[in-house]
């Protein structure tokens, strides 16, 4: 192993999908996982197999697939978890089984109820089990950052000795400080006899913001594989970003000395397609994918640009694949150029049916659109794989009455399980009367929690990218979708919602 080299383990197939209602189809993960071995990720978690029989489906579709990145399931330290990511894997070119134990005083006694012992005992179990199926294996001790540091040297000792090759040092709530952390990993690697016999890793979530600080401490301390996700994505403030930890080792080789395998022209698309398929939008000012991560509106700013660049651009945007949406296709292009660009983003169709489903919505919008770009293409995937799925209700049509001084009204028909239904309904705008009409006729008694709509390319006849977040008895879904108009793709994203919400999918969650 090059000792510079730094390993990226993507995990936004797995803790990305924690974050309240990102939860992905398998399609859905199968497309981000060919951006992500495109993007030359090293390692790409593709879920918790045990969690549902759609995850081990997920796990299984992305190991028979994928060839160039190694792939890992997750699974708590139980003979059956560990089984199911083995058969999950087992058609890898290269796999990992990436198990767990909590480590922490108040995890041991309260959420395990275990002695210190036993949790030693469970943990070398955990990891044998392992490798008896599979020769590459991780193991992670959750809430390390409030672990005892005299245990944690202990229960690694001995998962090492038992065939571990990789450490995982969570950060699991989030709750370290940079020096600390640093700190924690180099009296680790100091410590631990056979250190030298894994790699260590980092996880950080970001609940004070520090995530990509504390990984990037453990680094320079001596961790050489960092977990992240796309656009930081993940449960409560997400995790490390993929993107921020990837360029921050790039741009500042000067004093880092170490280097990742990844094609930083890739990030920004794998941005596009992690946020197009979870409803969860970029911040504008998100760095390195973020709409003004490269935008200089300073009159300051921009005169000095325009002398030299590097005045006040530390990386250029072409770098991590800013101003690649090129206008691929237009509405004259053929059946054949659609279906080859689509492949080079990372969708395939099963069968010919599906293609010309497919072709026949983008000649649609090319009716109303005359340039289509990447990210349209995009959209128009996750917006037709989101009403492909599960789906009691199906918008048949609607007409909205929309003027200034008079009230919205929004008559809709649904199809509910094949029979079509009317519902009529005033609101104190286009959209609010449309989220009426449809819930005259459903009554879900869902609890809207986020409305959002994006803007998919510039233009006024861009199309807009609709989330709507429905909560009921504590689930929590995302419903998308897509349409030149923006009411419309309202509608959409609210049915896509209470589809999901009615097939009611239960996942397991591993660290409950």
């Known amino acids: 192993m090059n000792n510079n080299r730094v390993i990226i383990f993507d995990t936004t197939l797995r803790d990305g999908e924690q974050s309240p209602g990102a939860s992905m189809t398998r399609d859905e993960k199968l497309r981000i996982a060919r951006q992500l071995e495109k993007m030359r990720v090293d390692v790409i978690e593709a879920g918790f197999a045990i969690a549902s029989p759609g995850d081990f489906e997920a796990v299984k579709a992305i190991a028979d697939t994928i060839k160039d990145s190694r792939i890992c399931s997750l699974s708590r330290a ?6 199911r990511a083995g058969e999950a894997l087992a058609g890898a070119n290269a796999g990992r089984i990436h198990t767990f134990i909590a480590t922490s005083p108040i995890h041991m006694k309260y959420k395990l109820q275990m002695e210190p012992d036993q949790v030693v005992e469970n943990a070398v179990a955990a990891v044998r089990r392992a490798r008896s199926l599979i020769d590459d294996v ?88 960092v977990e992240c996700t796309v656009n930081g994505l993940g449960e409560r403030a997400g995790n490390a970003s993929l993107e921020e930890i990837v360029m921050a080792l790039r741009t500042r080789k000067d004093i880092m000395k170490l280097e990742t395998g990844i094609d930083t022209t890739q990030i920004v698309p794998a941005s596009r397609l992690v946020s197009s398929i979870t409803g969860f939008p970029v911040q504008p000012n998100k760095a390195i994918v973020g709409a003004n991560a490269f935008a200089h509106e300073s009159g300051i700013h921009q005169d000095g640009m325009l002398k030299h660049r590097e005045t006040y651009e530390i990386m250029t945007a072409e770098s991590v694949g800013w101003h690649t949406n090129r206008m691929v296709l237009g509405k004259l292009s053929g059946r054949n150029a659609f279906k080859v660009r689509m492949e080079e983003l990372g969708t395939t169709f099963s069968s010919d049916a599906e293609l010309n489903e497919a072709f026949a919505r983008f000649k649609e919008l090319a009716d109303k659109k005359s340039e289509i770009f990447d990210e349209d293409l995009v959209a128009l995937v996750s917006d037709a794989r989101a009403t492909a799925g599960y789906e009691t209700f199906k918008l048949s049509s609607l007409m909205v009455t929309s003027q200034t001084g008079e009230v919205p009204v929004a008559k809709v028909v649904l ?31 869902g609890n809207l929690q986020l409305y ?8 006024t006849d861009s199309q807009g990218e609709v989330t709507v977040r429905l909560e009921k008895g504590g689930r929590i879904v995302n419903g998308l979708g897509a349409d030149t108009d923006i009411i419309t793709a309202s509608a959409k994203a609210y049915i896509h919602a209470l589809n999901m919400l009615d097939a009611n999918v239960q996942k397991a969650h591993p660290q409950v």
């Open 138 to 225: 991780e193991f992670s001790l959750e809430d390390a950052s409030r672990s005892e540091l005299d245990f944690m040297c202990r229960i690694i000792e001995a998962v090492i000795d038992a065939g571990a090759r990789t450490i995982n040092i969570p950060d699991t709530v989030g709750y370290a400080v940079p020096q600390e952390f640093g700190h924690t990993i180099g009296q680790l690697l100091q410590r631990i006899p056979n250190a030298d016999k894994a790699i260590f890793s980092v996880h950080c979530h970001n609940d004070l913001g520090l995530a990509v600080a504390n990984s990037l401490s453990a680094v320079a301390a001596g961790a050489r594989q």
């Open 78 to 83: 139980l003979p059956a978890d560990i089984d």
């Open 452 to 459: 959002s709509v994006n803007a998919i390319t510039s233009g």
């Open 415 to 445: 199809s509910v399980a094949g029979v079509e239904q009317q519902g009529t309904s005033e609101g104190s705008g286009p959209v609010d009367a449309t989220f009426k009409a449809i819930e005259s006729i459903v009554r879900s008694e």
